[in-house]
């Protein structure tokens, strides 16, 4: 056969129909003839992934590390975890001794590489700078052992039975694109503890000459386009050089994140330079720079080149205050392709020259806000950031344990289109402040503001009885309701959690006046007739805190847990106090009653299943820790088995006690 199909085609079809084939199709292709060989071998190289153990040792052969140097060239997208990986294709041939009067070892090297052709590189995700161990058995054992978890376009026969790369009578890898196999530590019996050494414990850092050639590998890509460094780094100024224009003048997307910083921090002026002489088609920059706390006001920088492609900044590592100097001249350069802007501190919304750079550019009509979790400010910042728009319609505050009252007045004065606000694990807002977001944010959709009460975890912000019952909600628009109400008188209430009599005003009274009062609250709950998730009750608690348990005699194993957030004076979600008052909420699927001394009983269990048709899940009812304080709760679930009560069955122990 001289001519083969694809030879007959036009070459700008080839992509794509191969495309839509698996590496293993295409290498059935190869293997046709030489025609389909010199057509679909580039294909079929286009593409290296080893990301997991076994992939690497299909590629540890030398045999098949010759194949992949040979093929380096027709790489364009690769992508590893490994350090050794980059060494095979990054070669380094020996300084021919002709050519140098000096003595060269091992480390006296000249590095030369064929891989000259990549548009993207990948390297991190969990990286390993030593070696996975490899398979006790031989590579045709672990190629049967491992078929069950393979997909077929992993591990398949070549057609001639062979098994062996196209051209090379390598035999072993049959396709260069594997699923990801068990994990080493899984248990299985090639790199599980049942059947193989330990893994070697990877090495905190790499050395110096092993980055040279990461950087050897993107500066002899010119054409890369995108970069992703996820990975220890000991020279982060050669990584942040390595990337500039003048080294990859096409580049598109890059995002480099160390997960551990073994060298020198970056200066401020090799940091002003990295963001000033990017390429001139970024699109998106993604990086975590760790800053020396001083800078040379008299250190030149080259001129700031234009970005104008330029559509997310992403910037997170400690900036040492430096943002202005670092990113004023920077955004300067930017045009109104600019959509998203994240610097360390909301430093881009706090300093007045940086938000003036970006009401240059239109970006200072802000609808979302965002620090995350590495990123923090005070009070006194996070407000002003807050005070900068009227048009927010999502707020994210978690984490942010500066964020207080100077913060919530101006969430207050700024949330007429607020839709979502999350204010978990940090922010203390007093419940005043509170209730007058809940009575001006009309719009507001979502409110989370309770989870972790678990030991050394911050308090949350909560509402008291007092504020809810003070005025009327505007928000009756709200689907998911979770915060904490508390500061409910509950005289019915007797015991805390370690058997001690409760003190205080709120477990006096009359009960009476405790359902007077919790009718109130639930009239104002049951004004939210689009709540999909009520969530009253606190994030549920980790068992394991050993701080968190004491002798007890009385228990069936001497040893009770306390609960210091379990909640005493909440809602007790009965008939009595006035749970008919939620009969309007027709779409609510989740309850969470968590660590509260509530009365959900038999009848209240009835009428649940009578008024929500749409419940999908009630937490918190009982456990082994908290029984429930009115009986035949468990008998009826076991009876009647609701969908939305499967959790409960078969496993609880209603021994124990619990507040009450």
């Known amino acids: ?45 286009k593409t290296i992934k080893i990301l997991d153990p076994t992939t690497f040792c299909r590629f540890k052969t030398e045999e098949m590390q010759k194949v992949l140097a040979k093929n380096a060239h027709l790489i364009q997208d690769l992508e590893t975890r490994y350090l050794s990986v980059i060494k095979w294709i990054a070669q380094r041939n020996k300084l021919n001794p002709q050519e140098s009067s000096t003595v060269v070892d091992n480390t006296s090297l000249l590095m030369t590489s064929s891989c000259q052709n990549l548009t993207r590189l990948c390297l991190g995700g969990s990286w390993e700078v030593l070696d996975p161990s490899p398979p006790l058995v031989s590579f045709d054992q672990a190629g049967s052992l491992f078929a069950p978890f393979i997909t077929n376009t992993n591990a398949q026969a070549t057609s001639d039975g062979s098994g062996q790369v196209p051209g090379t009578g390598v035999s072993q890898v049959n396709s260069l694109a ?57 020279n982060m100024e050669a990584i942040l050089s390595s990337v500039s224009a003048a080294r990859l003048p096409l580049l598109r997307d890059l995002i480099i994140r160390p997960c551990r910083l073994c060298g020198p921090l970056v200066r401020a002026h090799a940091a002003k330079t990295f963001f000033e002489g990017l390429s001139e088609t970024i699109r998106s920059i993604h990086v975590e720079i760790p800053m020396e706390k001083a800078f040379d006001p008299e250190a030149k920088t080259r001129p700031c080149l ?46 007045d020259s940086l938000y003036q750079a970006l009401d240059d550019l239109g970006l200072t009509d802000m609808t979302r806000f965002n620090l995350g979790y590495y990123c923090s400010a005070s009070d006194h910042i996070l407000a002003r950031v807050v ?12 984490h942010q344990w500066g964020c207080q009252d100077l913060t919530a007045e101006a969430i207050v004065t700024h949330c007429q289109e ?51 019952i003070s005025s009327l909600w505007a928000c009756r628009s709200l689907k998911t309701f979770r915060a904490d109400i508390v500061g409910i008188p509950r005289p ?54 050993e701080g968190a348990w004491t002798d007890d005699e009385e228990e069936e194993d001497g040893m009770r847990y306390l609960d210091p957030h379990f909640q005493l004076t909440c809602l007790e979600m009965s008939l009595a106090s006035g749970l008919d008052l939620l009969a309007g909420l027709k779409e609510l699927r989740v309850l969470d009653v968590t660590r509260m001394a509530h009365r959900v009983g038999v009848q209240e269990l009835e009428w649940m299943q009578a008024n929500w048709p749409s419940l999908e899940i009630i937490h918190g009812l009982f456990n082994d820790f908290y029984p429930p304080l009115v009986p035949g709760v468990r008998d009826w679930l076991e009876e009647h088995k609701p969908k939305w009560g499967e959790g409960y069955l078969g496993g609880y122990n209603d021994s124990g006690s619990r507040g009450g």
């Not at 001289?2 to 191969?18: A, C, K």
């Not at 050395?207 to 500066?219: D, M, N, P, R, S």
């Not at 005070?387 to 978690?398: E, I």
């Not at 359902?515 to 939210?528: K, T």
């Open 387 to 398: 005070s900068r728009s009227h048009q927010w319609q999502v707020l994210d505050l978690s």
């Open 178 to 234: 594997f699923e990801s196999a068990p994990a080493h530590n899984a248990g299985f019996g090639l790199f599980g503890s049942a059947g193989a050494r330990a893994l070697p414990t990877p090495r905190s850092s790499m050395i110096e000459e092993e980055q040279e050639l990461i950087v050897h590998l993107i500066t002899s890509n010119p054409n890369l386009q995108s970069v992703s460094l996820s990975m220890m780094i000991c």
């Open 492 to 545: 019915d209430v007797k015991f805390q959690q370690d058997r001690q009599p409760v003190q205080g005003v709120l477990f006096t009274g009359t009960v009476e006046a405790s359902h007077d009062i919790q009718r109130r609250i639930l009239a104002q709950l049951g004004s939210l007739t689009k709540l999909e998730e009520l969530c009253l009750g606190s994030f549920a608690i980790d068992y394991g805190d």
């Open 306 to 351: 234009s970005h104008p492609c330029l559509k997310v900044l992403n910037v997170h590592g400690d900036t040492a205050n430096l943002e202005e100097y670092l990113f004023l001249d920077f955004l300067k350069s930017c045009s109104t392709s600019l959509t998203r802007v994240e610097l360390p501190g909301a430093a881009h919304l706090a300093i």
């Open 418 to 468: 607020l839709q979502e606000l999350t204010i978990t694990q940090g922010p203390l807002i007093s419940s005043s402040v509170f209730q007058r977001i809940l009575c001006r944010a009309a719009k507001l959709v979502y409110l989370h503001a309770n989870y972790d009460c678990s030991e050394g975890a911050p308090e949350n912000s909560q509402l008291q009885a007092t504020d809810v």
């Open 1 to 45: 056969m001289t001519n083969s199909f694809l030879s007959t085609l036009p070459v700008e079809l080839l992509p794509n129909i191969l495309c839509h084939l698996s590496p293993h199709d295409i290498s059935q292709c190869v293997l046709a003839n030489k025609a389909h060989h010199a057509l679909c071998t580039p294909y079929l190289w």
